[in-house]
């Protein structure tokens, strides 16, 4: 019981840490915001042009940011429950870089709604009112696909290679992953360059958000996420000790599994189509959190969502104002951090 309130104790450290984060975050930018300006404390009038910077960029980013990452760590976390193994992630998976051609193939070839302006396939695209029907899914719907096809072809490869290791699921993954990269690189060298520029920016990973409603594209991939995690948080603890075991205790692990991957899928390639591929998240999170509040799915889900979501607010923050008035990609500063953190994990000392 003692052990139980300390990890509430600390997920709600974490919560408050989260939140503040958060509050602070749209305040930081090229330029400094007080709260005098936005709200006009003092008797001064609000500063109009601080306002809409401050409502109409950096909070929706801040929203956009802490939605995505929060997504990254649940999935993340769900992955390394599946496969039993501490490397899962869905970079590593093959399951962003499914989404990221997919929705690659919707860029380059002018299905994404008014991304790249105009050629053949955009033009038919126009004039057959498909815009006017789908509208802003497009990309995500090629996106979710390349995804689905990512965990399909993991699915054959496990199916045919019975008896094979997580680790061997696992490195096929990588190899899948290197395969759909490898493709978006021939997307990019045979493209236009206006094409082969968005699709470089777009695959490194970034957060470019204008008003509140283009800030909550990611927030539905983040609820269905969540409440996989929380729904099937019994289940993840019992297949985390084997399948055998989660068998005897009333689990259909098929069912369970199938859902989860597909879910999971789904939330990563919605955020994917919306900030494009970033790894390492998923890996940092749920690590981060498994020590702070221990392996119970039920306390860890919202922990790993908190601090995927901070840790992206964080670096987002730090991309838009160490370099300005530059504002590269998030996906790079997250690649830095992560790989370091890969390696360890990769090296330390395992416990029983």
Not at 193 to 202: I, R
Not at 252 to 268: D, I
Not at 269 to 292: E, M, Q, S, T, W
Not at 333 to 351: D, H, Q, S, V
Request: some cysteine; overall charge positive.
């Amino acid at each position: 019981m003692s052990a139980g309130r300390g990890g509430l104790k600390v997920a709600a450290a974490v919560f408050a840490a989260t939140a503040i984060v958060f509050a602070v975050s749209p305040w930081i930018g090229v330029r400094l915001i007080s709260p005098g300006e936005i709200f006009g404390w003092g008797g001064n009038l609000p500063d109009a042009a601080e306002a809409k910077i401050f409502w109409q960029l950096r909070v929706p980013r801040a929203i956009m940011a802490w939605c995505a990452g929060a997504t990254f760590g649940l999935c993340g976390m769900v992955f390394q429950a599946l496969f039993r193994n501490p490397l899962a992630e869905p970079s590593l998976l093959g399951v962003s870089s499914g989404a990221a051609f997919g929705a690659a193939v919707a860029i380059r070839f002018g299905f994404g709604g008014g991304v790249l302006g105009s050629s053949g396939a955009y033009n038919l695209y126009e004039a057959m009112g498909w815009r006017r029907l789908f509208g802003e899914m497009v990309i995500p719907a090629f996106a979710f696909s390349g995804a689905i096809l990512a965990i399909a072809i993991i699915s054959v490869f496990s199916r045919l290679a019975r008896g094979a290791s997580d680790a061997s699921l696992l490195l096929a993954g990588v190899a899948i992953s290197s395969l759909f990269s490898s493709i978006i690189m021939v997307f990019q060298y045979t493209g236009g360059a206006v094409e082969t520029y968005k699709l470089l920016s777009w695959t490194m990973g970034g957060i470019s958000v204008v008003g509140a409603g283009e800030g909550l594209r990611a927030l539905p991939a983040l609820i269905l996420a969540f409440a996989l995690s929380l729904f099937c948080s019994t289940e993840l603890d019992l297949i985390t000790f084997g399948d055998e075991i989660a068998a005897t205790r009333g689990v259909e692990l098929e069912r369970t599994k199938r859902l989860l991957f597909a879910g999971m899928s789904f939330s990563v390639a919605l955020v994917v189509a919306n900030c494009g591929p970033i790894a390492f998240l998923g890996l940092i999170a749920p690590h981060v959190a498994r020590r702070l509040v221990g392996p119970r799915h039920r306390l860890l889900a919202p922990c790993s969502a908190a601090l995927g979501g901070a840790a992206l607010v964080i670096c987002d923050t730090a991309a838009r104002t160490l370099w300005a008035p530059a504002d590269i990609p998030v996906g790079i500063i997250i690649c830095f951090l992560g790989a370091p953190f890969f390696l360890w994990l990769l090296f330390k000392p395992r416990e029983r």
